[in-house]
């Protein structure tokens, strides 16, 4: 949590999460991604991946704001509906 906190992102390890929609097949996902390694060479484009999440019970939820950069009377968090039962994250 401290390196976080100190914004020490080399230190950081984590996983960006994108949610698909269910008619998007992984072969759509490889070409994108051979797509995006002719026009960029970044080493972590390689990394993507399809992956099916099944979270049980949850809820989406929206931060706006960055602790070190917004004052604490702007921070807020938005709380939406809770998603559809029955729903899987892809």
């Known amino acids: 949590m401290d390196d976080f906190l100190a914004r020490r992102k080399d230190n950081w ?3 960006l999460l994108i949610n ?3 008619w998007v ?3 759509l996902v490889d070409e994108a991604r051979r797509a995006a390694l002719t026009k960029k060479k970044r080493p972590a484009i390689e990394s993507v991946r399809t992956e099916t999440l099944h979270e049980g ?9 960055s ?3 917004t004052r604490p009377d702007r921070l807020r ?3 939406r509906q809770p998603v559809e039962s029955g729903s ?3």
């Open 77 to 79: 968090t938005i709380l």
């Open 20 to 22: 698909l929609p269910d």
């Open 25 to 27: 097949p992984d072969p």
């Open 13 to 15: 390890q984590w996983t």
């Open 67 to 69: 602790p070190p950069r």
């Open 57 to 65: 019970l949850r809820a989406q939820v929206l931060h706006i704001g």
């Open 88 to 90: 899987e994250s892809r």
